[in-house]
């Protein structure tokens, strides 16, 4: 949200299931763009997060893609005024594992963004957080994945930083089977 908008986003379906992302403008509540992300596979693209800062409107969630089909991390990133996608963008983070989904969004005062959720090797083995580090124009500048004790299913799900965003602190849960 800024002074003179509103920023939403999720998922809609038509003959796939897309990101969506609307802008709104907060006196009128006419809508002032919309954008649709529709990725390379049809098996699903979800909004899940989304933040702003004075240029940009980042998007987090995850993003179908390969063969066989996996979900993997999605960033997107939007000009603030016009909702045209920023050079670089989509950003998908292709770890080696059978799901991620990122579920929380931040971006630093350099543009740098980090996204956090959780990742899942295979179907057998509980999911751990995963947690990335992408800067302004769209690489990847490191990536850690924490398994809470237990070994259990262990999800990121928001975000935030100290006073001088010096440090990072990543929230979740992890399940007990």
């Known amino acids: 949200c800024d002074n003179n908008a509103v920023y939403v986003t999720g998922w809609s379906i038509s003959t ?12 009128t509540g006419d809508t002032m763009w919309v954008k649709k992300y529709n990725g390379p596979f ?14 940009f409107v980042y998007v987090c969630g995850r993003a179908s893609v390969g063969t066989p089909e996996r979900q993997r991390y999605l960033v997107l990133k939007y000009d603030i005024a016009t909702g045209n996608m920023a050079a ?18 931040k971006v630093d005062i350099l543009g740098n963004i980090y996204v956090t959720g959780q990742t899942n ?23 850690k994945t924490h398994n809470a ?11 935030g930083f100290d006073n001088a965003q010096t440090s990072l ?6 399940i007990r089977a």
């Open 16 to 27: 796939t299931r897309d990101v969506i992302t609307i802008k709104y403008n907060t006196a």
């Open 42 to 55: 049809s098996g699903g693209d979800y909004g899940w997060a989304i933040t702003n800062d004075a240029n």
């Open 88 to 105: 670089g963008f989509p950003f998908i983070y292709s770890a080696d594992t059978l799901n991620n989904e990122a579920h929380a969004i």
């Open 121 to 143: 090797f295979n179907n057998l083995i509980a999911s751990n957080i995963l947690t990335l580090k992408v800067n302004s124009a769209g690489t990847l500048v490191w990536a």
């Open 149 to 159: 004790s237990g070994n259990d299913n262990d999800n990121g799900v928001a975000l």
């Open 169 to 174: 602190f990543v929230a979740g849960y992890g």
